[in-house]
């Protein structure tokens, strides 16, 4: 009796762990001083006052359009972190998540996942298709949420109210906190920011996208963490245009920005 009991209990856990495991990972000098930025960018912008280039911590974002990537390279040439596409929707998966996961960690790049989200599916669907693609790793930083509209898309083109959209997004980012006990990272860009009032948004820090302007000229001042400033970016490494983005602080502020969200 006693056994058949702790066998029922061992394949309840087992059926809990949503098919990945843990993954207690290192990645090489991970809170070193990043090195100077050697982009270059194939559509530059005049920013103003306050460019690209006035933030020291420089990072990308990528995906299977980023097939092959030399991440030793644009690790020696500036980049400083990495979000990796993994999930769409869900049932949706980046063909490439895995080898861009891997490959940054070998270079010692830090490195967190992102999911695009589907305005016509439940959000704890995608954050239960989310957290079966991506590790709990303990060397990955924050999950991320990435919120827009959607007016291409060949079967989902629904605009929600406001109202719905912030507790989707509420539901999504309190999934992921409690399964990877980290505070989630939500991107967006300026027309869905302020068409949802997104800055309601609690739990979560925020990625914001400005290709032309800073976002303090253009978010009203409110707080972020990352920038994507560049949808046109050159990375040495990289062949093609990536997503360049700029961490809000200075590198000291980045050490202790990383070393609270990356262990």
């Known amino acids: 009796m006693r056994y058949t009991l702790a066998l029922l209990l061992l394949i309840t856990l087992a059926a809990c762990g949503g098919g990945r495991r843990e993954i207690h990972e290192s990645t090489s000098s991970p809170t070193a001083a990043p090195s100077r930025a050697n982009f270059g960018d194939a559509n530059p ?7 690209p280039q006035s933030h020291r911590v420089h990072g990308i974002d990528v995906s299977k359009f980023q097939p092959s990537i030399d991440w030793p390279t644009a690790r020696a040439n500036g980049v400083s972190f990495a979000f990796i596409k993994a999930t769409e929707g869900g049932d949706q998966s980046d063909p ?7 490959g940054a960690a070998r270079a010692g790049i ?3 996942a992102y999911h695009f989200y589907y305005h016509c599916r439940p959000a704890i669907e995608q954050a239960r298709w989310f957290i079966a693609h991506v590790p709990r790793s303990t060397a990955a930083l924050p999950p991320v949420l990435d919120m827009e509209w959607t007016p291409t898309s060949p079967t989902c083109r629904v605009r929600n ?12 980012i309190s999934a992921l906190r409690s399964h990877y006990g980290k505070r989630p990272i ?17 739990g979560a820090d925020f990625w914001l996208r400005s290709v032309k302007a800073h976002p303090q000229d253009l978010y009203a001042g409110h ?3 990352f920038w994507q400033y560049s949808g046109t970016g ?3 490494g990289i062949p093609g245009k990536t997503d360049l983005n700029a961490f809000a602080g200075s590198t000291r ?9 990356h262990s």
């Open 45 to 51: 912008q005049d920013f103003g006052r306050v460019s």
């Open 96 to 102: 490439l998540f895995d080898q861009h996961w891997s």
């Open 110 to 112: 830090p490195r967190g």
């Open 161 to 172: 109210s406001p109202e719905h959209i912030r507790a989707e997004a509420q539901i999504f």
């Open 186 to 202: 939500l991107y967006t860009a300026i027309d869905f920011f302020e068409d949802n009032q997104m800055w309601q948004v609690q």
């Open 223 to 225: 707080s972020w963490t």
């Open 234 to 236: 050159q990375v040495p």
């Open 253 to 261: 502020d980045w050490d202790a920005w990383l070393a609270a969200n």
